[in-house]
């Protein structure tokens, strides 16, 4: 009962804070939570902003989540947002075919309205990464830094370990943040996370990866019950969905019932890019198609291991 009773808090408070559609009639599946019989992508994107609103932006910080309502499992795997890709709908752009995986979202935005379908930036990186990739992608959440920040406070900041020093261009020889556990803030969450130095061995998908870990686990522990309602006071709105109230109560009552531990967080592998050693240049494949099959095992469940 203790548990039907957070899940249910858990999800008033999500159901508000996302500008989600309305209610409308669904099919139920058979798999737990009454999901879907079939996989579920989900796109989760952070952009640069540190404005409200999303009418521009670059998507920086760009996850898939695998999410399989059948057997019970949960996988995610982080993008870079230097990776070279072709970007659908950009000609206008002064002939542009390619550019950056963040750059994908900047054109799709309200504000530069080069994308001609549904969803605007988080379209556009959706349909960028079916050209690019053939993965399908069936729903998108998208937060902008300052709500990102705002969160991670209003939680009472999050527990994460970093695994490798990390510098940044303004202290090149004093690391900023030294191998240990820590307990960040939003405004320490969101500076780990933007960190830009060629030093560091841990990137920022990686840094990405080990902030959301820490925010999922701190959202579905015991002390962000009393939270609530200020939560969904402050943040009614500020971020952006295009799921339904009812795919949104499934999505959390399977999270609600799955181990954290359980959880596989994975990313593009660095040894199938070429990586420059400065700031600014655009990572690429080393074996045209690595990343294609790598996502279709992804798709099929069976990365990361």
Known sequence: MKRLVYVILIASLFLSIFNVRPVQAMGQGDGICNGPDEVIYVLVIGTDTRSVGYLYGLGDSSMVLRVDFQDQEVSVIGFPRDLWVEIPDVTEDNGRTHGKLNQAYFFGTEGMGYFSGEGYGAGLMAETMKHNWGLEIDHYIVLNMRTFRDVVDALGGIEVYNPAPVYSFQQPNQPKVLVGGYFFSG???????????????????????????????????????????????????NVLTDMHLAELSQFLCLAAQTEFEDVQFGRIPKDSLYIPDWEGFVWLEKDPGSIKSLLDEFQAGNWPE
């Open 187 to 237: 405004q320490d969450a969101l500076l780990y996370a933007r960190y830009r130095d060629p030093k560091n061995s841990v990137d920022r998908v990686d840094r990405h990866a080990i902030i959301m870990k820490g925010l999922f686990k701190q959202i579905f522990s015991l002390s962000t019950i009393p939270k609530i309602p200020e939560l969904i006071g402050l943040y009614k709105g």
